[in-house]
């Protein structure tokens, strides 16, 4: 497909569980971001990527999160020993920077994460 | 830090009313700014954007102008229909983050349901 693409697009954890959720960015892109959005909420920015390197995670809530992307495609969410503040809508999206201005970020459908 | 303020909603129209969302950001670089839209059931899309002062985007007849002065980037569209029904985010871009990193920052969403 043209898009991007996160699977699973629900997810249903027990508190306690780990979690991965993975996400498929357009051909390409170099730039790859994870946002948090909340119920009722503006998303929240988590983590960046540009090709295989993380140059900020200054988003990520806790040291229970963890991201990847270790060949510069594919990206991977983690998240340990999952709480039911951990239950949000898990966005990515990715952007290849032209150099010419701002980068339109591209979104998945995101991957909605119930934690009971 | 960055900031973007986003009129409350829900905000309920007839068709072919004039809209106008507010939105007002912080920021203290030159960020660029962005209106996405989210439909029921689909992930969040690109409507506009301006990437400096007094720059307007436009599309699908949404307008919205960068308004150094006030801070300010207000969406407008002047009929709306029915398929206009969606949530709306306002978002900056700052372009002076090191690393490339372009993360957008968000209002919290403004449900917009228009009626026939």
């Known amino acids: 497909g043209a898009g991007v693409s996160q699977s699973p697009r629900y997810k249903v954890a027990k508190r306690g569980q780990d979690v991965a959720l993975r996400c498929d960015p357009i051909?390409?892109?170099?730039?790859l971001f994870w946002y948090q959005q909340a119920l009722g909420q503006g998303p929240e920015f988590l983590t960046y990527?540009?090709?295989?390197?993380?140059?900020?995670k200054s988003g990520l809530p806790s040291d229970r999160f963890f991201a990847e992307r270790p060949e510069g495609s594919v990206s991977t969410l983690k998240i340990q020993r999952t709480q039911q503040e951990d239950s949000a809508v898990y966005l990515c999206a990715s952007s290849a920077p032209s150099g010419r201005g701002p980068d339109t970020q591209y979104f998945g459908p995101g991957t909605r994460l119930t934690v009971l | 830090g960055d900031s973007v303020t986003q009129m409350e909603g829900p905000v309920t129209l007839s068709e072919e009313a004039f809209l106008t969302i507010n939105c007002t950001y912080t920021a203290t670089g030159y960020p660029s700014l962005f209106w996405y839209v989210q439909y029921p059931g689909e992930g969040l899309q690109l409507l506009l954007k301006?990437?400096?002062a007094d720059d307007k985007g436009s599309n699908k007849g949404f307008e919205a102008t960068y308004r150094k002065e006030t801070t300010s980037f207000h969406l407008e569209k002047g009929s709306v229909q029915v398929s206009d029904s969606a949530v709306y985010f306002c978002a900056l871009s700052d372009r002076t983050k090191a690393g490339n990193n372009r993360k957008l920052i968000w209002g919290l969403g403004t449900s917009l349901a228009v009626n026939p």
């Open positions: 301006a990437t400096k």
């Open positions: 990527f540009q090709n295989e390197a993380q140059l900020d």
């Open positions: 051909s390409g892109h170099v730039s």
